[in-house]
């Protein structure tokens, strides 16, 4: 069978859209409203470096998967349990996004329908779009990210159009001083967006040319992190940070407010689809890099016939992961934020390479 | 095998098609679009009354083909509920509405007098959470009569009573300057803002309130009962302290910077004769606000140049000449001042800081606003505010000389 | 499984009945035999006369109406009766070769074989050659006389341009490939062919640029098209159902047309035309999704226009395929995002409706639908009042009494005459049918619908590729030279290249010369002469 392959724009894509995915839409950062973009892009900072991190890894081994790179550094049974804990994350990773997703659709418009079914019809049209492989992904990825261009940029016209933009609400910039702005920073967004950049690491493999990724990478990262930026302090400065500290979806809000003429209004729209197409992205990239390490560890020919199966096993992950938003959003800020990301995206991939150089330092010595 | 895949999906799809109902849909003609909502205070105890004003879309749009009886019909009918909550009394009056009441088209929320007398702080929950009520949805108190009251007036022209508050609101708020628009938004960024206090205009019925509701109101040229936009309700700690009137009402505007066009009227010359004014045409104005802190003592300035076109003049002065135009602009300016002086007292006597005069300190000097941030409102009430005003006026019209001779 | 094949069998034995047989050297047998095979059909004509320069007897066949008789009367009768027994020619040398004689020296005709074998001699009669039969030869010299009715070359009614050429390809090949090198006068247009259709025996011709064609894509039309079993071909679909990719995607992956500069522009882009006799619709491979936005006219206008025209019709495409789902979207589930003014002036309108927005959408789009297939069917006189009548009166009616809201008038007439705007009609017909499954997944989610449905047929729309070549190229894979002529068209003098992926490994077009007025030419050494 052909291996399939991506090029480095199509990575590019799939980056933007993926950092995009719900942290566009949701308020990240916590603690430090008002100064929230400046968080950003301090924590866009580590964010870079996280990413070489796991571009170092698959540099290494350029023929083997994500997981064949863990088990040449851990040893077959090592990395193989490594890898089985890394498929369990990238699972609960994937369903929380299709949690959130489908909990910000209820929210916001669909009051009425059940939360299953929402999720249910979103992860089949992931299933549908993945199992066509990850060319087919980088593709669509694409098209949509013109589409998510042209989305922004219309939105954000409207918004300075229609005067809503009051820069005041962004002063005094650090008043709870630079601990506040530190702390959001390198606490929460440094994992959620940028942690989350690990299930990449299974898709790195892919690229045509493995030199091409590592500054296609930073290329993305700088450009979501700056968009997510600019969008949260718009956001910040069109609601005042008490409203986006308090909102479950401000960026909604915040499009909510335009009104051009009397006649363009009411645009959430816009951010509904937004919202969709960006989460569908960020849903799909890691389904995929489930769907390959689960490939890699059972040793499946077609990987893509896991597709359905990983689907479905995320979609009741998604369901059970919490009984309702606010167990899912505190769950979200101290178990995935506090815990699991910083271990799977941080701690594990340095120690990694921290084990990589060292055998190699040994290896080259006792030769 | 693609080919089987993408049909398994498929069938799954359509599997799952007929469990979807429709939940969400719903036809416009199973939806009460509600235009405007009023909340009074019930009278003994505690809860509130909450009216709608419910649009009759047939009646309000020229080209309605089916059904209703076309523009005869009267364009709202209004609804009202009691209860503890206002959420609950949205579902209570099910019961009245033949339809579904729809909040996403909110023009309007306006307030019983007797409610914004007592507090309205804890009111506006339901109006942020709710994802239907949109945060532009603008505030009126409703001055001297109940909310329901004013929810029942029927209005020409604007066939919809909300639109017509609205338009009045819109058109008087840029040409006359003596009120302004406030959203839920603004309310809740006030109620919880450093020091700031609400603001919120009001409208009242002229006439008689009881005719307001029949459709013979629409019938005569002039209303028996008719809706003003009137004067701004000053609050303090959600609690409606006094109502702003006429100058004081422009000047709470011009220190908010919020001053559009309004006209002025100085006394012409130096002598008191009534009969002798010149009307200003505001066309500019800008107002910037300063802090300065001396000896831990916050003392602010408020800064207004204003640029302005004489629109009429009932005495005989040579507006040509530098001099006569220097002393129009002199007596503007005071005038000016004055008016912002009466605002600033009208706030300070009640250490209501609406004005937002504790945000200015604390965007400038933060440290001293953190010390006095508990006890604001009494250091409000003492602070030294001076006001400084730069007037021009910049043409005279059509004419140079009036007609009008010594 | 097996009935399938079994017919295929026995269509394939049918035509095949008298099998590889050489004729005899009888001329009565010969004649009798021609005769009994074509069952004594009555436009069989067979001429018996005597050779004038051997004195043989023999006689002539062919079917009439598909020959010109003139060229027989003057070329074939004429020339071989006239002539006297030649004085130089000995009766041994005459045994051996009068057949090349005839053929050799006599007929003064440009195409002549001589056959020796009854199929070869039916393909060629059948397909309007004349054959003639001399008494003691074991052949037949088969002369080409085609001829007979054709539709001469007419403007093309399915493609109409205001300003291009009025040529349009007719039902014959010969023609189409006629027009097609009138416009490439280059020995590297070369050309193939092919018969295929076990009982039709269709001509099929691939044209295509050597050195810009991608060798790897001809070679692939060529064997796609070797492979194709079937008893008959009558129209350009029947080959491309056979060797398009993905069969079961609603897009077409083959373009068609039938201009014969659309085709001359594709075969200078590195595309394989496929020409294929008794229909003037020709085939073109590879195809991507954004030729079906493009017309031939885009070139001929200035560019400023054409890239207005060329937004405007991607606009057309998006209405045409997403209008009703959005209205119906708005109207059941998003109303909250319709102006107020707007939403109660609709709410007015359906008061009285009795259907939900979606029933009424799908009823509408059906009628529709069925007017236009009437007006496409009727007798042309009557298919004008009809659509008139079907528009116009059925819609006011409709309004009137109050069963469909005008506002769904408005939008599914908006979304019919917006889908008018695509120059090609099979793409036409491909946005039709994803309008009904869009509108379905509206009517379930409203605007999460859309954009799920959105995001599959996106998807879908990646993963397809049309002879090797992506079908959403230059877009996904993104190339930025070949935004020049895509949604944009930039001056020509920019269009210095053609599409990188068709045509691989000749991508050049010329070197980029801006016309300028005369004075700077001379400057600049006339650009205009190349």
Redesign the interface.
């Known amino acids: 069978m052909l291996k399939e392959k991506i090029n480095a724009r199509q990575l590019f894509s799939l980056i933007v859209l993926f950092e995009l995915g719900t942290a566009l839409v949701l308020p990240i950062g916590f603690v430090s409203h008002r100064d929230v973009w400046l968080s950003i892009l301090l924590a866009l900072i580590g964010g870079i470096l996280l990413f070489l991190i796991y571009d170092q890894i698959v540099r290494q081994y350029p023929e083997s998967t994500f997981v064949g790179s863990i088990r040449q550094i851990m040893g077959t049974y090592a990395g193989s349990l490594i890898g089985f804990l890394y498929l369990g994350f990238f699972i609960h990773n994937d369903a929380r996004v299709l949690r959130e997703t489908g909990e910000l659709l209820v929210t916001s418009a669909y009051d009425m329908t059940p939360l299953f079914v929402i999720c249910a019809f979103f992860m089949l049209t992931v299933v549908y779009v993945v199992s066509k492989g990850v060319e087919v992904l980088a593709r669509t990825g694409e098209i949509y990210l013109l589409h998510v261009l042209i989305l922004g940029g219309g939105g954000t016209i409207l918004i300075l159009f229609s005067g809503i933009v009051h820069v005041e609400n962004l002063l005094p910039v650090m008043e709870d001083g630079a601990g506040k702005v530190l702390e959001s920073a390198y606490r929460y967004i440094l994992m959620f967006p940028f942690g989350e950049m690990i299930c990449f690491a299974a898709i790195l493999p892919s690229l045509n040319r493995t030199s091409s990724g590592r500054k296609a990478g930073i290329l993305a990262l700088i450009a979501s992190g700056t968009i997510l930026s600019a969008a949260h302090a718009i956001e910040v400065s069109v609601l005042g940070a008490n409203i986006y500290g308090r909102s479950t979806f401000p960026l909604f809000l915040a499009v909510s407010k335009v009104n051009i003429m009397d006649f363009i209004q009411r645009m959430d729209g816009l951010v509904i689809l937004t919202l969709i197409i960006t989460s569908f992205f960020k849903c799909a990239i890691n389904c995929y890099a489930a769907i390959t390490v689960a490939a890699d560890l059972f040793r499946v020919r077609e990987p893509m016939k896991l597709a359905m199966p990983v689907g479905l096993v995320v979609l009741f992950n998604s369901m059970m992961t919490s009984n309702d938003w606010p167990e899912f959003a505190l769950k979200g800020k101290e178990v995935i934020m506090g815990i699991l990301l910083p271990v799977y995206s941080v701690a594990i991939p340095v120690g990694l390479l921290a084990v990589h150089w060292i055998r190699r330092s040994i290896g080259s010595k006792t030769l | 095998m693609r080919t089987r895949s993408a049909i398994s999906l498929m069938l799954i799809g359509l599997l799952l098609i007929p469990l979807t109902g429709c939940w969400n849909s719903r036809e416009l003609r199973d939806l009460s679009i509600i235009g405007a909502i009023g909340i009074d205070k019930l009278p003994d105890k505690p809860g509130y009354k909450v009216s709608f004003q419910i649009i009759n879309p047939s009646a309000v749009t020229t080209t309605g083909t089916g059904g209703g009886g076309g523009q005869s019909g009267i364009p709202v009918t209004v609804y009202t509920g009691n209860g503890r909550s206002i959420f609950e009394v949205i579902r209570k009056t099910s019961g009245l509405s033949p339809r579904q009441l729809f909040f996403s088209h909110i023009r309007l929320i306006v307030i019983g007098e007797t409610l914004a007398r007592e507090d309205l702080s804890n009111l506006f929950d339901f109006f942020e959470r709710s994802h239907e009520i949109r945060l532009t949805t603008k505030l009126v108190v409703s001055r001297g009569s109940s909310a329901e009251q004013l929810l029942q007036v029927l209005t020409p022209l604007e066939r919809i009573p909300s639109d017509a508050i609205y338009g009045k609101l819109e058109s008087t708020k840029s040409i006359w300057s003596e009120s302004m628009i406030t959203g839920v938004d603004d309310v809740i960024n006030r109620l919880i803002g450093p020091g700031k206090q609400l603001l919120i205009s009001g409208v009242r019925i002229l006439g008689d309130q009881d005719k307001g509701g029949e459709k013979a109101n629409l019938d005569k040229t002039k209303l028996p009962a008719e809706i003003e936009i009137k004067g701004i309700a000053l609050f303090k700690n959600g609690r409606l302290e006094t109502w702003l009137d006429g100058g004081k009402a422009r000047g709470a505007l011009r220190i908010q910077d919020k001053m559009n066009s309004s006209v002025v009227t100085v006394p012409c010359k130096d002598r008191d004769d009534p009969a002798a004014i010149a009307a200003i045409e505001i066309t500019r104005s800008r107002t910037k606000v300063k802090a300065t802190v001396v000896d831990g003592e916050p003392a602010f300035r408020v800064y207004v140049r204003e640029e302005g076109n004489v629109g009429e003049v009932s005495c005989a002065v040579d507006l040509s000449k530098k001099e006569a135009i220097e002393e129009l602009e002199q007596r503007w300016r005071s005038k000016t001042k004055q008016e912002i002086r009466e605002a600033i007292e009208a706030a300070q006597s009640r250490s209501s800081d609406v004005y937002g005069f504790g945000e200015v300190l604390n965007r400038s000097y933060p440290r001293t606003w953190k010390k006095l941030e508990d006890r604001w409102s009494e250091v409000f009430a003492d602070c030294e505010i001076e006001v400084q005003v730069e007037s021009f006026i910049r043409r005279s019209g059509m004419r140079t000389k009036p007609y009008i001779k010594e | 499984m097996i009935k399938r094949r079994k017919l295929r069998s026995q269509t394939s034995q049918q035509p095949s009945g008298n099998s590889v047989s050489p004729l005899g050297t009888d001329l009565k047998a010969n004649l009798q035999r021609m005769n009994r095979s074509m069952g004594h059909s009555n436009d069989l004509v067979i001429r018996e006369f005597r050779i004038g320069y051997v004195q043989e007897d023999a006689a002539i066949a062919f079917i009439d109406n598909l020959v010109d008789k003139k060229i027989i009367g003057e070329f074939v009768l004429r020339s071989t009766m006239s002539g006297t027994a030649d004085s130089e020619s000995n009766a041994s040398e005459r045994d051996i070769d009068v057949l090349d004689t005839i053929k050799n020296r006599i007929l003064p005709l440009g195409e002549a074989a001589i056959a020796k074998e009854w199929n070869e001699l039916f393909a060629a009669v059948l397909n309007g050659d004349t054959a003639i039969f001399v008494n003691g030869y074991a052949g037949a010299i088969i002369v080409s006389t085609h001829g007979g009715e054709h539709r001469s070359v007419e403007e093309p009614s399915s493609e109409v341009l205001i300003r291009g050429p009025k040529e349009g390809f007719t039902e014959s090949i010969a023609t189409n490939i006629s027009l097609v090198r009138r416009r490439l006068k280059t020995r590297n247009l070369w050309m193939d062919g092919f018969k295929i259709g076990n009982v039709t025996q269709t001509n099929v011709g691939i044209l295509y640029i050597k050195g810009i064609a991608g060798d790897k894509t001809v070679e692939e039309v060529k064997r796609r098209l070797a492979s194709i079993e079937t008893d008959g071909v009558l129209e350009s679909g029947i080959v491309e159902e056979f060797i398009r990719d993905h069969p079961?995607s609603l897009f077409p992956t083959m373009y068609n047309t039938e201009r014969p500069d659309s085709v001359a522009a594709g075969l200078l882009e590195g595309r394989v035309a496929i020409l294929i006799d008794g229909t003037p619709f020709v085939l073109l491979a590879p195809t991507t999704f954004f030729m079906f936005f493009q017309s031939p006219e885009d070139h001929y206008h200035n560019f400023q226009f054409a890239i207005f025209i060329r937004t405007l019709r991607f606009v057309a495409f998006l209405i045409s395929l997403l209008g009703p789902s959005i209205y119906v979207a708005a109207?059941?589930?998003?109303?909250?995002?319709?102006?107020?003014s707007l939403?109660?002036?609709?709410?007015?309108?359906?008061?009285?409706?009795p259907f939900?927005?979606?029933i009424e959408a799908f009823l509408m789009e059906a009628s529709f639908e069925i007017l236009r297939e009437a007006g496409v069917r009727m007798p042309r006189a009557i298919g004008q009042a009809v659509s008139i009548v079907g528009a116009i009166v059925l819609g006011q009616a409709a309004?009137?009494a109050?069963i469909v809201?005008?506002a769904m008038v408005i939008v599914v007439s908006l979304t019919g005459i917006a889908s008018f705007t695509m120059p090609a009609y099979n793409m036409g017909i491909s946005i039709r049918m994803l309008r009904f499954m869009l509108m379905?997944s509206a009517?379930?989610?409203?605007?999460?619908?859309i954009?799920?449905g959105g995001?599959?047929i996106?998807?879908h729309l990646?993963?397809i590729r049309s002879f090797g070549i992506?079908f959403?190229a230059p877009?996904?894979?993104?190339i930025a030279a070949d935004q020049k002529d895509t949604l944009l068209r930039l001056p020509r003098w920019f269009l210095n290249t053609r599409p990188r992926l068709i045509s691989q490994e000749n991508t050049t077009r010329m070197n980029g010369s801006k016309p300028a007025p005369p004075g700077d030419a001379a400057e600049e050494g006339s650009p205009d002469e190349n």
């Not at chain 3, 009517?443 to 619908?449: E, N, R």
């Open positions: 079961f109207i059941s589930f998003h109303q909250e995002m319709i102006p107020t939403l109660l002036s609709l709410a007015a309108q359906r008061e009285g409706v939900p927005a979606l309004v009137q109050g809201s005008s379905i009517g379930l989610f409203g605007f999460f619908g954009a799920l995001l599959i996106t998807a990646c993963s992506p959403m877009f996904a894979p993104f």
